[in-house]
């Protein structure tokens, strides 16, 4: 589990080019600092207050004061900036921010997103989810393809709506995917799986690129 969560955040990882300021949400999406790559300079913006974010913090090297909006532990850039929440979401609202790192419970093939409650579990609440959907050009979601084996990409999604279609690309460990105004695309398919593998585990019709590639790990 956690190989084919870290494939997904490594994959995630290299949608990002020079001088782009991206938000991580909380769980998986966390992951994809730790994978950035070299040479190329990204500002990852934290929803609790500050743009700079980078890596995990190493075991015993922790700063109590540098936390990530999931409550863990993390490091900075030298270039890092605190702000209060208002003018966190100032940027994101204000359409700064060029995409969003979100996880999910489920995503519908026209790209609605349910990710922030199940009916009678116990939730800490959306979060900043809604604003991030509204004032990212670009939301993609990184996920386990299927949850204990049900089907997470949908025709329509059964949970409440987190936001309405709103969702630019799904990564999971299966491969990665479009969401075009036809449905969802296979642009890229792990060398782990087939095209029937990959479309038995969603729950609505898949479409292949023509030109699509291999999923690359590293």
């Not at 995409?99 to 489920?106: F, K, N, P, Q, R």
Request: charged share 20%; with cysteine.
């Amino acid at each position: 589990m956690a190989d084919l969560k870290a494939r997904i955040a490594k994959r995630c990882a290299k949608e990002f080019n020079d001088g782009d300021f991206v938000n991580l949400g909380i769980g998986l999406p966390t992951q994809v600092a730790n994978y950035l790559p070299e040479g190329v300079t990204i500002t990852l913006h934290s929803e609790n207050g500050f743009a700079g974010l980078d890596a995990a913090a190493e075991p015993g090297k922790e700063d109590v004061d540098v936390i990530n909006s999931g409550g863990g532990y993390v490091t900075t850039v030298p270039h890092v900036k605190f702000f209060d929440t208002s003018t966190s979401f100032g940027l994101v609202r204000g359409g700064h921010v060029k995409a969003t790192v979100l996880g999910a419970m489920e995503v519908a093939e026209n790209g609605d997103l349910a990710n922030w409650i199940i009916p009678g579990a116990k939730v800490a609440g959306m979060g900043g989810a809604m604003d991030l959907c509204a004032g990212c050009p670009s939301v993609i979601i990184v996920m386990l393809h299927t949850q204990k084996g049900a089907h997470k990409i949908l025709k329509k999604c059964t949970l409440p709506l987190t936001a309405e279609q709103c969702v630019s690309k799904i990564i999971t460990e299966m491969g990665v995917m479009e969401v075009r105004e036809d449905g969802i695309w296979v642009v890229e398919l792990h060398p782990d799986f087939t095209k029937e593998d990959i479309q038995a585990a969603t729950g609505c019709e898949l479409h292949f690129d023509p030109e699509m590639k291999a999923m690359e790990e590293e």
